[in-house]
């Protein structure tokens, strides 16, 4: 199940970013005084009494004001309400309910999705009591009064955002529908390959980049099995960004990777591997999922018998994080290769899905300590216990060890490398933690 999406809205310089930064536990957005410095939503990862989610940040909202910037912020607050499965309305209570707030309820109520009203910079409750409840006039609901920067009154606010998440059944299940999204810069044939997968005209093609704006769903069968394509729009970097719709679809990027199985990251060869190309790629491993990194365009490059060899040895190189990953050479115009992105696909999804046996895992586990010593500091060595499987989607490892802090890097490198080598996990990242025998909070 995909992760929901909470976006926070709000008239400029009520706390949001704050508060963001705050539920998130780290500084990801600029925080000042000024009005309208988050002129881009960020996104990051959350998580609350085990649900997670995806946060989003957003500019300013200020309905009626000509001002060129604060009406795209507008455009793009409404686009994350658009995408959003949970609102958080931001308002402060040191400057009380002002009309600007009425105007931005009025367009809440209008999403018909579940808004959480957030009356923030409330330091002293018993201060601010009587002015919390003027901002029941809003008529959305309880306001929660919290403090982003004493980081104050989370609970209350995060235990009613989850009240809106749809019921999760627990279970480890693996979806017999394969979902693929297809991500990339703009421009770079991502709908064109759609279609031609799907063996039909779904999507529209266009050289106009941004012509996809949001994620398209389209279902296709191959050889008898179905599979859900998700074309995203292109995301491009900051300083190329000139409508403030784009500045979405990084997030319409972010929903289809979480929603998807599989990643196709198309790279266009006649421009060559770019490190806005990484930061693409780099949404997808950080979800861990499994990638096919497609190089399109193949058909109109120029090559000789080292092209391959020279273009592949480039992504390894601006790839470094995701050796892991399939390299495919492709022409969605005239179809090259193209057939051959399922059988890829399927062994990539089949790959992040195994599970190894306890007792394979450790023999192979063994084999590998006594090919390499484990490493030792001070006199001590350290000691592997045993290694299990707790996950899938990505594969993830836990192994016991005497002490953590003397499994070095390279070690964990090392023995990761023959769990790769045994079982074939090519095509997804796998992941390794590392505790003490005894320690809890394995599951």
């Not at 399939?326 to 057939?339: C, E, N």
Request: glycine share 6%; proline share 4%.
């Amino acid at each position: 199940m995909a992760k929901p999406l909470v976006a926070i809205v709000g008239r400029p310089n009520v706390g949001k970013s704050t508060l963001f930064n705050a539920l998130c536990g780290e500084k990801i957005s600029i925080v000042s005084d000024i009005p309208g410095v988050t002129r881009d939503r960020i996104y990051a990862d959350c998580e609350w009494l085990n649900h997670r989610f995806t946060l989003i940040d957003t500019g300013g909202i200020e309905p009626d004001n000509g001002d060129i910037i604060l009406s795209e912020m507008r455009e793009q607050a409404q686009i994350a309400i658009e995408a959003a499965d949970v609102i958080i309305f931001v308002t402060d209570v040191r400057e009380g309910l002002v009309a600007t707030d009425s105007e931005v309820a009025a367009m809440l109520r209008k999403s018909k999705k579940p808004v959480i009203l957030c009356v923030n910079k409330v330091d002293s409750y018993e201060k601010f009591q009587n002015d919390i409840y003027e901002f029941y006039n809003l008529g959305i609901g309880d306001p929660v009064p919290v403090s982003a920067s004493s980081m104050s009154g989370f609970g209350d606010l995060l235990d009613r955002v989850i009240s809106y998440f749809p019921e999760s059944t627990g279970a480890d299940e693996v979806d017999t529908i394969t979902k693929i999204a297809v991500i990339g810069k703009p421009n770079v044939g991502k709908s064109s390959l759609v279609n031609r997968l799907a063996g039909q005209k779904r999507v529209i093609v266009s050289d106009i980049a941004g012509t996809t704006r949001d994620a398209v769903d389209t279902t296709v069968h191959y050889h008898g099995r179905p599979y859900i394509l998700i074309d995203t729009a292109g995301i491009r970097r900051k300083s190329k960004i000139k409508e403030n719709l784009e500045r979405y679809s990084i997030i319409r990027a972010v929903s289809a990777v979480d929603r998807a199985d599989v990643i196709l990251l198309l790279i266009d060869g006649t421009e060559g591997v770019t490190e806005q190309d990484a930061k693409i790629a780099g949404i997808a491993h950080e979800q861990g999922k499994g990638i096919l990194i497609c190089v399109n365009k193949w058909d109109a490059v120029e090559k000789d018998n080292s092209s391959v060899k020279k273009f592949t040895d480039k992504v390894r190189q601006t790839l470094s994080f995701m050796p892991y990953a399939d390299i495919m050479f492709i022409s969605a115009k005239t179809g090259q290769r193209v057939d051959q992105v399922y059988e890829r696909i399927d062994r990539i999804k089949e790959n992040a899905t195994r599970r190894v046996p306890t007792g394979v895992l450790n023999e192979v586990l063994a084999e590998a300590v006594s090919m390499q010593q484990p490493p030792s500091d001070k006199g001590r060595r350290l000691k592997i216990f045993y290694m299990t499987q707790v996950a899938v989607q990505p594969p993830a490892f836990v192994i016991f060890v005497n002490d953590k802090k003397l499994m070095h890097f390279s070690y964990s490198r090392y023995i990761e490398n023959q769990v790769r080598e045994a079982f074939d996990f090519s095509g997804t990242p796998i992941h390794f933690m590392i505790r003490e025998r005894g320690e809890e909070g394995v599951s």
